[in-house]
């Protein structure tokens, strides 16, 4: 593919200029009647309320899901354009990434899809997809490679200052609760655990605080959270360990008993499963007094 050179169009319902919050205007290139044919793609983030955005953006839904079904183009989405994206229906039954911060709203609206919420890039057959905010750099690489070859994506990483090969986001998660839910008395075990995380919590106790079978209890907080109640758990006491490994000098095994864990192997394996960082990697890169040293 040397010397291939692409023609690109900034694409819009029409041709007709937009102003965002007053101090950005875009003035489209071409309009989706005038792009009958095109090999990519590349949705960019909504901004706002994503159903409203979904809705005024109809027309481009139409067109980006008829030159997929007609033309097979090829589709990237950046950040929040996941959803718009999600809403041509070609994405179900395949893989996808988006903004952490959209994980549970991504899931409830777009259940047949296989959200992989830990992938700063997702690549299935021809769609791809990354993470939020400046994770669309990462993804301009891969297309790069895809489309050139992985000598050019190198070069235009090392001109640009990207890090390359930058795989996923878990780092940079900050868990707070799935809580906007309506059930009420889920939310109070939830509450249960963010106080109590440094106990030893079981399932029946937890059941056995809102006055539920342990199997029905399961069944609701998943339902409520998009997580088991081990997993909640989890996630509370690494996020807690986080924040330690962040502000204070404390070793990790210091780290590792304040925040309910007495095995290291398994402090160690879960941490790296939801930070995507080893405890000390994760400290000696967002600790301050340790990244001066």
Partial sequence: MEGREFKIDLVG??????????????????????IQKTDLIIIPGLVGN???????????????KNQRIENNAEIASLCRGAFLLAETGILNGKSCATHWLTHNKFKEMFPQVNLVAEN??????????SG???????????????????????????????????????QFIIFKGQKDHSDKEIIETQEYIE???MEKISIDQLANLISN??????RRFKKATK??????????????????????????????????????????????????LTPLEY???????????
């Fill in 13 to 34: 319902i029409d041709k007709d200029p937009q102003q965002y919050g007053g101090y950005i205007g875009i003035t489209p290139t071409a309009s989706i009647s005038e």
């Fill in 50 to 64: 994503l159903e409203q955005q979904i809705e005024i953006n109809s027309p481009l839904v139409s067109w980006i």
């Fill in 120 to 129: 700063i890039i997702s690549e299935d057959n021809g769609i791809y997809s």
């Fill in 132 to 170: 939020g905010a400046y994770s669309f750099l990462n993804l301009l690489l891969h297309l790069i490679e895809k489309f050139y070859d992985r000598e050019a994506a190198i070069w235009c990483s090392k001109v640009a200052e990207i890090d390359f090969d930058r795989n996923d986001q878990n």
């Fill in 195 to 197: 106080s109590h995380f």
């Fill in 213 to 218: 079978s342990s199997r029905n209890f399961v």
């Fill in 227 to 276: 997580n088991t109640p081990k997993e909640y758990i989890q996630r509370v006491r690494i996020e807690a360990a986080k924040k330690q490994l962040e502000s204070t000098t404390l070793n990790v095994g210091e780290v590792m008993f304040n925040s309910g864990y007495n095995d290291d192997k398994t402090f160690r394996t879960l941490f790296k499963r939801y930070a995507g």
């Fill in 283 to 293: 400290r000696n890169k967002y600790n301050r007094e340790m990244a001066m040293i």
